[in-house]
């Protein structure tokens, strides 16, 4: 059982001790300052554990608690019969977590995340507008490409066929923002339940061929390399996704009672993005 550290102790209001930071606590603040101060690097392999658990003044137990919490956040990895590793720290590592969070918004409270995202993607597509390379904008139409006929076909309508491209087109033109970091927040905040619920919102076919053509006009304009153009065209396509959902609450509290593995209802139409 993981026990205060005796020099982390104060007094609570009613005069009772009170803790303020356990082993476990220390480990993680420990561990995370000697990154931060270069004793420990990216890559590196952390002290054996009775060493490393006798130097941080905690139980061994302790050690491997705050251990599994620092691998849960992506800052260290436990290799099998090799020991523990400090991870690359990549911002995708370390912003992963941030996926899980956002998987556990309600309906209500996603329209907030979607904001936040808007944000985001808005600067990534005008930054991409001057750093996207011929291959990126290649791979992006290809993307496209594979369900233009899809999209124009009410009945073929494949919801996961067609969720998969919106989330790979998005992905390509947040890499090619050259941002790590502005990447990694995208991906977090774009998750699948996110966009799951979104697609599974949209029953019209002419909203699914809507939401499509505006991919083509995202591509045209980030492929034009003029950041203002790029800036309005995904700006438009996020703003327009919102507003069907907020206008169709119905839909979209339906929708985010199934999961991603649901099989579509009759008449599904997947969502914009």
Do not use: C
């Amino acid at each position: 059982m993981d026990t205060p550290d005796p020099e982390f102790v104060a007094e609570s209001a009613e005069g009772r001790t009170a803790p303020l930071r356990s082993q476990t606590d220390v480990v993680v603040h420990d561990i995370k300052d000697m990154i931060i101060r270069g004793t420990l690097v990216a890559g590196a392999r952390l002290p054996v554990e009775k060493d490393l658990a006798a130097s941080l003044g905690v139980s061994r137990s302790s050690l491997r608690e705050g251990v599994r919490a620092l691998a849960i956040m992506g800052v260290l990895e436990t290799r099998q019969g090799d020991g523990t590793y400090v991870t690359s720290l990549d911002a995708s590592l370390l912003l992963a977590p941030m996926g899980f969070l956002v998987d556990l918004q309600s309906s209500a409270d996603s329209q907030h995340i979607s904001s936040v995202r808007r944000v985001l993607e808005v600067e990534a597509a005008a930054r991409a507008s001057l750093l996207i390379t011929e291959e990126q904008v290649a791979e992006a139409g290809r993307l496209l490409g594979t369900i233009d006929d899809v999209i124009d076909d009410a009945s073929a309508h494949d919801l996961d066929a067609i969720m998969n491209v919106d989330i790979e087109f998005h992905r390509v033109i947040a890499r090619a923002s050259g941002n790590p970091a502005l990447e990694a927040l995208i991906e977090a905040l774009a998750s699948r339940t996110i966009r799951t619920r979104m697609w599974r919102a949209m029953t019209e076919p002419d909203v699914i061929r809507h939401t499509h053509r505006e991919h083509h006009d995202i591509l045209r304009a980030v492929a034009s390399g003029d950041p203002d153009r790029a800036r309005l065209a995904m700006s438009v396509h996020l703003i327009e996704v919102e507003d069907f959902i907020a206008s169709h609450p119905g839909a979209s509290t339906q929708a985010s009672t199934r999961t991603s593995t649901d099989p579509p209802l009759r008449g599904d139409a997947p969502p914009p993005e």
